[in-house]
């Protein structure tokens, strides 16, 4: 059986996300949404408890994939889970950048471990959980990027604060 992880923080969980994870989904016999619980050096919005219940709400009508929170290396969590590939999404050539360091590195911690990079879809290819928060504190239409409960979602924790 084919396992692949797709981890990241999620944080909240957008249409870009998921079109790379449905996508997976397909080439994939399981897929494993890995979410971080303290994902270095980013300050999340979102605790783990709420990332994991909007990502498995997002992805229920999806029976092959899983949704899972883990702390430490993802290097680590795929073995645990017994996945043989990392799925990542790219968006632009600085997302190259990154992914090629961490891919490499990755390779040297865990050999054994592919990583498969899909390419995002055009219409989300500006679309980044960070940007998204940004638009939704400016009280901006964030309807089209996200699942209607995560817009709500952030609604609630950004807009109403003020
Ligand atoms: P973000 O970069 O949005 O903060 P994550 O750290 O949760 O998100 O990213 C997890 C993975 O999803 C990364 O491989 C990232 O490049 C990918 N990803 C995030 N947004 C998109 C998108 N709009 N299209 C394609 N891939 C994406």
Do not use: W
């Amino acid at each position: 059986m084919t396992v692949a992880v797709y981890a990241g923080s999620f944080d909240p969980i957008t249409n870009g996300h998921l079109d790379i994870a449905v996508r997976a989904s397909k080439i994939f016999d399981k897929l494993i949404i890995g979410i971080y619980r303290s994902p270095a050096g980013k300050t999340v919005l979102f605790d783990t408890k709420d990332r994991v219940a909007m990502a498995k709400k997002a992805t229920k009508d999806f029976p092959n994939i899983e949704v899972r929170p883990f702390s430490g290396m993802v290097v680590d969590f795929a073995k645990k889970i017994g996945a043989q590939t990392m799925v990542r999404g790219l968006r632009m050539s600085t997302d190259f950048e990154r992914e090629f360091e961490m891919a490499l590195m990755n390779k040297k911690l865990c050999p054994e471990l592919e990583l498969v990079c899909l390419m995002t879809s055009l219409r989300y290819q500006f679309l980044s959980s960070s940007l998204l928060k940004e638009v939704a504190s400016l009280g901006g239409d964030i309807e089209s990027l996200v699942p209607e409960y995560v817009a709500k979602a952030l609604r609630k924790k950004l807009v109403n604060k003020k």
